[in-house]
């Protein structure tokens, strides 16, 4: 069962919810860049975390799932949210650049469906990144925040069920390493700078973005896989101690359609 928008909306208003919402927009924004005359799509209840981008952004758009329920967004400005199946996004194909789906897997009844609709609407140069909590992580046994409900993913079942859908990973990074407590909340910072060097593996969300497999039809009728488009990847930071797994990948900007 999906968490209230409501509970959701009350959370992001804590301390402890406005430092997640600036660690993972911190990630975004090292991610895609300047968002200047790009699309939009945040899925599931990922508006904390596009807010900054509404100003720069050509069209920013929140589709929230009918059993989470729906609120205005933004606060102060014409409404950009809407009430919408997961698996039946009301928007024509190929038309978002960039949608960012965040607390929509954990708690969804069918995962692939929702991300093959988030295949359908991203664009073929487009770039998509899925939040999860972690499954390691503390933040997936914290009741008392979204982010212990439903299921937690490993980096490697994040990574099969987006294939599933066809989308293909082309990097990854975790986020928020403060411990789920709120008083801790004021020291946001300094864990997200020493987490990830010092205990990689407890980080609360895991990050992942994808592109769009494309198949192209040969004329014997036999369809052949394309390779995606894939962003640059910035190289990882200098430094950066061994790890059970291997480092992630930072997200690059990238370009829009032309």
Same mark, same amino acid.
């Given at each position: 069962m999906r968490r209230d928008v409501l509970e959701l909306r009350q959370f992001y208003a804590t301390p402890l919810g406005r430092a997640a919402r600036d660690m993972v927009s911190r990630k975004l924004t090292e991610a895609w860049g300047d968002p200047v005359g790009l699309d939009v799509l945040a899925a599931g209840y990922a508006t904390p975390f596009v807010d900054h981008l509404?100003?720069?952004?050509?069209?920013?758009? +929140?589709?929230?799932?009918?059993?989470? *329920?729906?609120?205005? !967004?933004?606060? *102060? *400005?014409?409404?950009?949210?809407?009430?919408?199946?997961? %698996?039946?996004?009301?928007?024509?194909?190929?038309?978002? %650049?960039?949608?960012?789906?965040?607390? #929509?897997?954990?708690? +969804? %009844?069918?995962?692939? +469906?929702?991300?093959?609709?988030? !295949?359908?609407?991203?664009?073929? +140069? *487009?770039?998509?990144?899925?939040?999860?909590?972690?499954?390691? #992580?503390p933040w997936a046994n914290a009741e008392t925040t979204p982010f212990g409900h439903g299921r937690p993913y490993s980096r490697r079942q994040l990574g099969e069920l987006l294939r599933a859908a066809d989308l293909e990973p082309s990097g990854w990074t975790r986020a928020l390493y403060v411990p789920p407590v709120g008083w801790m909340a004021r020291w946001a910072d300094p864990f997200e700078q020493v987490g990830s060097r010092l205990w990689p593996g407890l980080s609360g969300v895991l990050l992942m973005e994808a592109v769009k497999q494309t198949f192209a039809v040969k004329p014997k009728a036999s369809r052949a896989r394309v390779a995606p488009r894939r962003p640059v990847l910035a190289p990882a930071p200098a430094g950066a101690p061994a790890a059970r797994e291997p480092p992630p990948t930072p997200l690059a900007p990238g370009q829009g359609r032309s």
């Amino acid at each position: 069962m999906r968490r209230d928008v409501l509970e959701l909306r009350q959370f992001y208003a804590t301390p402890l919810g406005r430092a997640a919402r600036d660690m993972v927009s911190r990630k975004l924004t090292e991610a895609w860049g300047d968002p200047v005359g790009l699309d939009v799509l945040a899925a599931g209840y990922a508006t904390p975390f596009v807010d900054h981008l509404i100003p720069r952004a050509r069209r920013v758009v +929140s589709a929230m799932p009918a059993q989470q *329920g729906v609120e205005v !967004w933004p606060a *102060g *400005g014409p409404n950009l949210a809407m009430l919408a199946p997961e %698996d039946q996004l009301p928007f024509t194909h190929a038309l978002f %650049d960039r949608i960012l789906v965040a607390h #929509g897997l954990e708690e +969804s %009844d069918d995962p692939v +469906s929702l991300l093959r609709e988030v !295949w359908r609407v991203l664009a073929p +140069s *487009g770039r998509a990144i899925v939040m999860v909590a972690a499954r390691n #992580g503390p933040w997936a046994n914290a009741e008392t925040t979204p982010f212990g409900h439903g299921r937690p993913y490993s980096r490697r079942q994040l990574g099969e069920l987006l294939r599933a859908a066809d989308l293909e990973p082309s990097g990854w990074t975790r986020a928020l390493y403060v411990p789920p407590v709120g008083w801790m909340a004021r020291w946001a910072d300094p864990f997200e700078q020493v987490g990830s060097r010092l205990w990689p593996g407890l980080s609360g969300v895991l990050l992942m973005e994808a592109v769009k497999q494309t198949f192209a039809v040969k004329p014997k009728a036999s369809r052949a896989r394309v390779a995606p488009r894939r962003p640059v990847l910035a190289p990882a930071p200098a430094g950066a101690p061994a790890a059970r797994e291997p480092p992630p990948t930072p997200l690059a900007p990238g370009q829009g359609r032309s």
